[in-house]
């Protein structure tokens, strides 16, 4: 058997071998997943391409292309409409190709609102900050230095980064969330595996929790006038 076609035949079998990993850890992942939605009772859906078209006013959604969302699992917790999935885009084409996989979580809110978004704060944003192009600032320099906070409605924004939301937050140094009409969503830095998916479930509802009441009063008293 001459070298050249031994090898060649060595890379089709590791190809055949990575694929068949990637498949069986791909289904088991889909099993599990069902298996959580059954425990919280919310409902599984495989895989969606209307969800980013849904939520492309979202900033993390409306990334890259290629865009699908997978492991779907949709429903009421805690009282609220929650919709939690795995989300993939592609950034770059041919050898420079890079996949983009993460968990999401979407919690709807009791009226829209404009744009608002929190993330962590990048070395070279700092440097804007600096020079007067960041974000904007509040009177925690600590809170300022670890999150890059924008918004159209700087009102807004410093009502929701109030000093129990800075202390949340401090202490949830790796959080990115966005709110946009009646969304809350929440990214993560990857794709969690079930168990971790239990655990952070409730950050949403931390982060709601934590809105002043104030900014829901005019829908609190609209539903008291339509009862």
């Known amino acids: 058997m001459e070298p050249g076609f031994f090898l060649f035949a060595m890379f089709v079998c590791v190809i055949i071998v990575v694929g068949m990993l990637a498949f069986l850890a791909d289904r088991q992942r889909t099993e599990a997943m069902r298996a959580l939605a059954a425990q919280l009772g919310l409902r599984y859906h495989a895989r969606s391409r209307g969800i980013p078209k849904q939520f492309q006013f979202l900033n993390r ?15 009421v917790h805690r009282g609220r409409q929650v919709l939690i ?4 885009y592609t950034t770059g ?7 983009h996989q993460f968990s999401f979580f979407l919690l709807r809110l009791e009226r829209p609102f404009p744009e608002v978004t929190v ?4 070395f070279l944003e700092r440097l804007g900050d600096m020079l007067g192009l960041g974000d904007i600032d509040f009177e925690s320099i600590e809170f300022s230095n670890a999150f890059h906070v924008q918004s159209r409605d700087r009102r807004l924004a410093y009502d929701l ?9 401090l202490k949830h140094r790796k959080i990115a969330f966005e709110i946009e009409n009646d ?9 969690l595996s079930p168990e971790e998916i239990l655990v952070r479930i ?3 509802h931390e982060i709601r929790n934590l809105f002043p009441e104030h900014l829901f009063a005019d829908t609190a008293a609209a539903g008291q006038e339509r009862a």
């Open 61 to 75: 959604i409306n990334q890259g292309h290629s865009r699908y969302a997978r492991n779907i699992l949709d429903g």
């Open 85 to 88: 999935f795995d989300y993939h």
């Open 93 to 99: 084409s041919g050898k420079n190709t890079q996949h």
């Open 119 to 122: 993330r962590p704060e990048i």
């Open 161 to 169: 980064c109030h000093p129990r939301m800075m202390e949340f937050l």
């Open 183 to 191: 969304w809350l969503a929440v990214a993560m830095e990857k794709c």
């Open 202 to 204: 409730n950050l949403p």
